[in-house]
């Protein structure tokens, strides 16, 4: 009775974990675990940049542009913003980012929340809404989403500086 108890047990876990996400072991042998949204955003991320030509001719065109990270540490974001300035809207957000899944993904996630919204509305987001939006990240992947909130707001300053 012991061994079906413990083998019921051990398969609802599994299948809890399965249907958290996809199952990554950290080069500690840690478990994480990335929700069906982060690896959506991962495999096919939103308003990305896929060659360097794309970005080199956007950025000709972009009202701000805002990076933040180091290539020292790891992930890099690099955010270009157009604005309706009669509305001051954001109507488009692209991204060029070199990181890992969670970087990529909350960069993704990030540019589709701001699209449509004012700068001022665009400000307020936080990495937690970020994350939030994600369905999680593992926590030692926070600090993706506050790079990507990071990059938008220098994006925006960028924008408020040449418009003056």
Known sequence: MKATTKRST????????????????????????????????????????YTEKEAQEY???ADGIGQVGSPQCGDVMRIYIKVDKKKNIITSCKFK??????????????SEMVIGKTLE??????????????????????????????ALRAAIEDYEKRKK
């Open 59 to 61: 950025e000709q065109k």
């Open 121 to 150: 509305e665009a400000k307020k987001i936080t990495p937690q809404d970020i994350v939030k939006a994600l369905g999680g990240l593992p926590a030692r992947k926070i600090h993706c989403s506050v790079l990507g909130d990071q």
């Open 97 to 110: 980012t070199f990181g890992c899944a969670s970087a990529i993904a909350s960069t993704s996630i990030m």
């Open 10 to 49: 051990e398969t609802v876990a599994k299948v809890k974990k399965k249907s958290l996400g996809v199952d990554v072991t950290g080069h500690r042998g840690e478990q994480w675990l990335y929700t069906d949204k982060v690896k959506d955003h991962f495999f096919h991320p939103r308003n990305i940049f």
